[in-house]
């Protein structure tokens, strides 16, 4: 974010960078803790170049860091308040999904 930058803009750039399921799905899977490349890649069944592409972005965005850990790589969430967003949404959606089913049974009365 650079300092003459909005909040409200930088907010929306934090947003767009989250709009991608693989990113999501990386940044859910280190909320467990660090975790070396090649467990990522056995989880999400993705090319390892993609994963290195998505992880340069989160990485440029500083929502990840990573340790070289011989010929491996660990990377883990930068921050706990990237944890906390991703919590903050699960909770928004399963209200939402909980709401919508107890509105599609009662509708049907």
Known sequence: MKESEPLY???AELFRL???PVRIRVLELLQ????HVRDLLAELRVEPSYLSQQLAVLRRAGMVSSTRVGSSVLYELATPE???LLDAGRG???????SDAYSEV???D
């Open 92 to 98: 928004i959606l399963t209200g939402k999904l909980a």
């Open 106 to 108: 009662n509708s049907r």
């Open 32 to 35: 467990a803790g660090p975790t």
């Open 9 to 11: 803009d930088a907010k």
């Open 82 to 84: 990237v944890g906390a």
């Open 18 to 20: 989250l709009g991608h």
